[in-house]
């Protein structure tokens, strides 16, 4: 059975992400663009969250598979770098399932439209809520994250650093 | 007349600098004095190592032959490397790699925010991707000097003693390069003498809240981008390189 081209859109914005799998493609924001061409050839546009993002093979590699499981086998996924992925483009959807799945969202970044005077705001522990928490790692277990501790609740946690 | 020619060789140089300095910081993971740089220096390889991909990538394509970033990367040989210098050194102590840490990503930050506006497309949006990822490990480096620095009187030594040894190697970040100059009058690459001023501010503050001293080290006569290395780079090649040559197309 074909799913027709609004399902398969939204099939494709379903992929999950290999290293965060609570979050889709589509709750990301790396999801840039589904088309289908001429003779059904589904034409799907990513982009990478850091230059050197080992998953996307991978979720190149799973959007053919959806497409192909939805009837839609003829797909081309390109990649795109420009614009610049940001963490501005992850939905709200997609911050509240990263804190229940024990992630700090990233914050939002402070554009020269948020005010004269950017004031950075302290990420909030996912467990306990408290905004006490300390930076424990510039850098974490992926490209994208940074660890952090809670000094109310004690417990670790990653961070989404906002890029 | 900007020929392709020009373009494959501008985006090698800066694809080359990238790759060899992720191969260098690579090494460092296990042998950090803490897990978290092993992950740091390692996250900072792994950008890197996105950046060489995408301009080997466009290296290739801009030179029309066929090859891919993988054949530029492991068949080539060393005097067809056009990397700089600072990138090859062996791995010293942490502070000497913080040192090279901060001139490098220093002159890399200079670089690709200036890059973002190049008139080629590619250039232009790997610069734009880069540029974020180049601040952070600039950062990095930067409190890393400070802690070091302007800590006891063991660390202040031994990041005096970095910068003393990376310091030769720093000159040659700056020197004009036919190939870069030729496509900056067209708006296409940047010349890369003109980062030095904004570099050496940067720097310069750093290194002054840090209580360190600016090393008077003489420049050192550099040569990568002509393809002419240090005795390390060999070494490094026969280790990046060996699996791939023994194993011509072994794919994971």
Redesign the interface.
């Known amino acids: 059975m074909n799913a027709g081209p609004a399902d398969i859109r939204e099939a494709v914005g379903q992929v999950p992400d290999p290293e965060i799998p609570v979050l889709t493609i589509a709750d990301l924001g790396i999801l840039r663009d589904v088309r289908i061409g001429p003779g059904g050839c589904v034409e799907v546009t990513i982009t ?1 969250t ?5 998953a996307m093979d991978t979720i190149a590699e799973d959007i053919a598979e959806t497409c192909a499981r939805h009837g839609w086998p003829d797909v081309t996924v390109r990649r ?6 940001t963490t501005d483009w992850m939905t709200d959807e997609g911050k509240r399932k990263l804190r229940e799945f024990g992630i700090a969202p990233p914050a939002r970044r402070c554009g020269p439209a948020a005010g004269p005077v950017p004031v950075p705001l302290s990420v909030r522990c996912p467990r306990c809520g408290s905004p006490d928490t300390r930076e ?6 992926t ?1 994208c994250k940074a ?1 952090y501790a809670c000094n109310a609740c004690l417990e670790p946690f990653d961070y989404f ?1 906002a ?1 | 007349m900007i020929t392709r020619p020009a373009v494959t060789g501008y985006a090698l140089q800066l694809g080359d600098d990238a790759l060899i300095m992720a191969q260098r910081l690579g090494e460092w993971v296990s042998y950090a004095p803490e897990l978290e740089e092993d992950v740091a220096l390692g996250n900072i390889a792994l950008d890197l190592l996105g950046q060489a991909r995408a301009l080997l990538s466009y290296a290739g394509e801009a030179e029309g032959r066929g090859r891919t970033e993988d054949d530029l990367a492991y068949f080539r040989d060393e005097r067809e490397f056009t990397n700089l210098q600072i990138v090859e050194l062996a791995r010293g102590d942490f502070a000497e790699e913080m040192a090279r840490q901060l001139a490098f990503s220093g002159y890399q930050f200079e670089l690709y925010q200036r890059l973002q506006g190049s008139r080629d497309e590619t250039l232009a949006a790997v610069a734009a991707k880069a540029v974020k990822e180049v601040a952070y490990h600039r950062d990095h480096a930067t409190q890393w000097t400070l802690r070091l620095g302007d800590g006891t009187q063991e660390s202040h030594r031994r990041m005096q003693a970095g910068l003393t040894r990376i310091w030769p190697y720093v000159d040659e970040m700056f020197r004009q390069d036919p190939l870069g100059e030729a496509l900056a009058g067209d708006g296409l690459a940047v010349d890369a003498s003109e980062l030095r001023p904004a570099w050496t501010q940067y720097v310069a503050a750093v290194l002054r809240e840090a209580t360190l001293a600016w090393p008077e080290t003489p420049a050192a006569p550099g040569g990568g981008r002509q393809g002419r290395h240090t005795e390390q780079m060999g070494y490094l090649l026969a280790e990046m390189q060996y699996l791939a040559r023994c194993h011509p197309g072994a794919r994971w």
């Open positions: 990478p850091y230059s050197g993002c080992p795109e770098l420009s614009p610049a992925w424990i790692n510039r850098f974490g277990s490209a660890l650093k890029l």
